[in-house]
């Protein structure tokens, strides 16, 4: 059975920073590619950042430079450390992978993680 958790969200104010987690059962992430999305209310889910198996990482134009997307895999855990946040970077944040995706290809996986809430004040 595959699960994602995702934790570490939170309130932050602008400026602040924060490490998301998404730790994963029933998926090894050293040889499955992730993928980091968020959705803001009233917005479509979009991708923030995205880790092959490989380890190549790709970032939303928005958060480069800010976010960094790395993985652990002997924790089997992804993390998404947020720098530098903005208030329009409120959103839940969702953890997305699927067991052997090569991610040569950025797309979306079929498992999702419940997501994690943050919010940035200003």
């Known amino acids: 059975q595959v699960q994602l958790v995702e934790s570490g969200g939170g309130l932050v104010q602008a400026g602040g920073s924060l490490r998301l987690s998404c730790a994963a059962s029933g998926i090894t992430f050293s040889i499955s590619a992730v993928g980091w999305y968020r959705q803001a209310p009233g917005k479509q889910r979009e991708l923030v950042a995205h880790?092959?198996?490989?380890?190549?990482?790709y970032y939303a134009d928005s958060v480069k430079g800010r976010f960094t997307i790395s993985r652990d895999d002997a924790k089997n855990t992804v993390y998404l450390q947020m720098n530098s946040l903005k208030p329009e970077n409120t959103a839940v944040y969702y953890c997305?992978?699927?067991?052997?995706?090569?991610?040569?290809?950025?797309?979306?996986?079929?498992?999702w993680g419940q997501g994690t809430q943050v919010t940035v004040s200003s």
């Open positions: 880790i092959s198996r490989g380890g190549r990482t």
């Open positions: 997305n992978s699927e067991p052997g995706a090569t991610g040569w290809v950025t797309r979306q996986y079929t498992y």
